[in-house]
């Protein structure tokens, strides 16, 4: 089964950016899509962004213009880039994997992201 390492969230001013980073290891299947999700307490858990194997990306709708996903299929690695921060944006992030092939989907640890003055 795949493994997620995620990294990179931490305390960030509004306007401030953060980058988010999450390692997949372990059985890797070549045909899938990688994401980012994110929950707030009280809140439900909801996609942020995702991208495929093949490069296509989705976005929320919250995010669009400020936040970019991408990845690096050589480090099995998938990134965040988060800018323009607000603190509506304060949860904590966790990566996802899924396979295609499987229909399974793995989640990571999460990692906190806190947006404060």
């Known amino acids: 089964q795949v493994q997620l390492v995620e990294s990179g969230g931490g305390l960030v001013q509004p306007g401030g950016s953060l980058r988010l980073s999450c390692v997949a290891s372990?059985?890797?299947?070549?045909?899938?899509?990688m994401g980012w999700y994110r929950q707030a307490p009280g809140k439900q858990r909801e996609l942020v962004a995702s991208?495929?194997?093949?490069?296509?990306?989705n976005y929320a709708d919250s995010v669009k213009g400020r936040f970019t996903i991408s990845r690096d299929n050589a480090k099995n690695t998938v990134y965040l880039q988060m800018n323009s921060l607000k603190p509506e944006d304060a949860a904590v992030y966790y990566c996802s994997f899924f396979g295609l092939s499987n229909n399974k989907l793995t989640w990571g640890q999460g990692t906190q992201v806190t947006v404060s003055s």
């Open positions: 372990g059985s890797i299947f070549s045909i899938n899509v």
């Open positions: 991208i495929s194997s093949g490069g296509s990306t």
